[in-house]
């Protein structure tokens, strides 16, 4: 159960790029097929609105849904469960997935999620041999937990050892990634001005990722309601390039 | 935790169809007054006395409904609740339902108002046994401050947790903190201040009735955004943002209307034989 445990960091120490940490690297990779590229997380909504139009709009959503849904949802469950797997306390890890698939309330996003997390767990499967990948695939299997790609990525983090918190910031950054080529194609904007967009975000993750390493896990699930509405709403936008 | 402002402990029961009450215990500040039965039901509805002064700074209210099998149950307040500056701690609310097999439990509050500096912490928990229905809904305003501001409350923290069969199925946390957050701003309240919820399960919701509630709610009058949507069980969520309370208030009773009327044919019941 224990291998490649060979990088362990300390929390606190800021993050520090190790060779496991280059090697979590490659999932997030917007090309590693997990299916993100069609999901919009309701941003199609604003879209569809004139609300999101350009890199400067696209940032003021992108940082809303990174400060106020990400952190407290996905970042906080993936803290949480890093050190779940620290403590071999299963049984909340899978109260982790049922929490981050109950707490999303629109159908869309959750669906996605879920989609997203089972593709994640199959491709991390080709790849690796771990046992707790391998018992979630069972548990999906028997539809005793629901998949999401936050557990999944935590699960690699920890096993190759790399700190709770790069491993959190960098499954952020995986999702803000995937976020940024879809808004290229979808609002449109120019590639460059996408990777200025990524560029830019390094501060704001730096900051998420401290918010949630100091986050009580009561604050577990908070949802700005404008952010869930237009997710809900999503469902039905018109002429839609994303699933959700 | 002896030490609660309010407490209130309802039980009630189906006897020969008709719920009637097996145990009601209020103590402090809550109290609850005679169920009238609207229109002739069979199910009575209890109105909820909130405190005349309004809820106030470390203020504690524990709430326990229980509906044994069969039994239906309206649950509402007489006025809004009213939480008023907080400076030291905070207001608290718990309430915990259990609705056994074929129960039917509404619970439908008026509109809370939080007062300028307000804090104020609510935790709503729901057991509910496979076979039973619940509709609840929620509605926050800001109340009026000295200054003007539109948020001028401190924070609100609201929580549900809805349990099947003792499996986690609805988990939903809101947290409004307008000192930190750009209330008025993309994704927060998008412009609008005050937050409606209205949230059902029940095992014969189904896609047909999403769609009619969303053709109901989009074809209303005023300045309003909301979204519908299905959760993991048999049910659905509804998320109002408006300026008005009676907007909000409209909407969820078109809703509500809706589908009573809609379950009602599928399962006649009592409701419709008076």
């Known amino acids: 159960m224990k291998t490649a445990r060979s990088n362990g960091h300390s929390d606190t120490s800021g993050i520090v790029m190790t060779d496991n940490a280059l090697t979590l690297f490659q999932l997030c990779d917007s090309q590693f097929p997990t299916g993100s590229f069609s999901h919009s997380f309701g941003m ?36 949480i469960v890093y050190a779940a797997l620290d403590e071999e306390d299963f049984d909340r890890v899978w109260e982790m997935d049922r929490l981050l698939t109950v707490q999303n309330l629109a159908r869309e996003s ?12 199959d491709a991390v499967d080709s790849i690796y041999d771990i046992p707790i990948i391998s018992l979630y695939m069972e548990r999906l299997r028997n539809k005793e937990s629901f998949g999401h790609p936050a557990i999944v990525f935590t699960m690699l983090g920890h096993h190759l050892g790399v700190d709770r918190k790069t491993t959190v910031v960098y499954y952020l950054y995986s999702t803000i990634v995937a976020l940024v080529q879809n808004a290229v194609r979808a609002i449109p904007i120019g590639q460059t001005a996408g990777q200025k967009v990524i560029h830019q975000f390094q501060g704001e993750l730096k900051e998420a990722g401290d918010e949630i390493m100091k986050l009580d896990d009561y604050e577990f699930g908070v ?3 404008g952010l869930e509405v237009s997710q809900m709403q999503h469902e039905h936008v018109g002429i839609r390039i994303f699933s959700s | ?38 229109n002739g039901y069979s199910h009575p509805c209890y109105y909820l006395l909130n405190p005349g002064g309004g809820y106030l700074d470390g203020d504690t209210y524990r709430m326990k409904v229980t509906l044994a099998e069969d039994s239906r149950l309206t649950l509402t307040t007489q006025s ?17 339902f259990h609705l056994e097999k074929g129960s039917y439990l509404e619970y439908l509050p008026d509109p809370l108002i ?50 099947m069969d003792d499996e986690l199925v609805v988990f939903d946390h809101i947290k409004l903190q307008p000192a930190r957050q750009n209330m008025g ?6 412009g609008y201040t005050h937050l409606g919820s209205f949230m059902v399960i029940g095992e014969q919701t189904d896609d047909d009735l999403l769609d009619s509630l969303y053709e109901i709610v989009d074809g209303m009058e005023g300045d309003f955004e909301f979204g519908i949507s299905r959760l993991t069980i048999p049910g659905f969520t509804i998320r109002i943002l408006a300026d008005k309370t009676q907007l909000i208030e409209s909407i969820v009773s078109a809703c509500h209307l809706a589908v009573s009327e809609k379950w009602h044919q599928v399962e006649p019941s009592f409701l419709r034989k008076y």
């Open chain 2, 114 to 163: 939080a007062y300028k500096d307000a804090k104020y912490v609510q935790k709503n928990v729901v057991h509910m046994e496979r076979g039973s229905t619940l509709l609840y809904s929620d509605i926050v305003t800001p109340g009026w401050s000295p200054e003007g501001k539109e948020f001028s409350y401190d924070t609100l923290r609201l929580k549900n947790e809805i349990y």
């Open chain 1, 223 to 225: 949802v700005s309601p």
């Open chain 2, 1 to 38: 935790m002896s030490d609660w402002t309010g407490v209130l402990e309802l039980d009630v029961e189906n006897r020969g169809g008709r719920t009637v009450a097996d145990n009601i215990y209020f103590q402090g500040a809550f109290k609850v007054m005679r169920p009238v039965y609207l």
């Open chain 2, 80 to 96: 809004s609740t009213k939480v008023y500056k907080t400076p030291v701690s905070y207001a608290y609310q718990e309430t915990e």
């Open chain 1, 44 to 79: 199609e909504t604003y879209i569809q609105n004139d609300i999101v139009v350009d890199p400067e709009t696209f940032s003021d959503w992108l940082k809303v849904y990174l400060h106020e849904q990400l952190v407290y949802a996905d970042g906080l469950a993936a803290k």
């Open chain 1, 110 to 121: 959750r669906d996605g999620t879920q989609r997203m997390g089972k593709r994640m767990l």
């Open chain 2, 185 to 190: 701003g993309l994704g927060f309240m998008e």
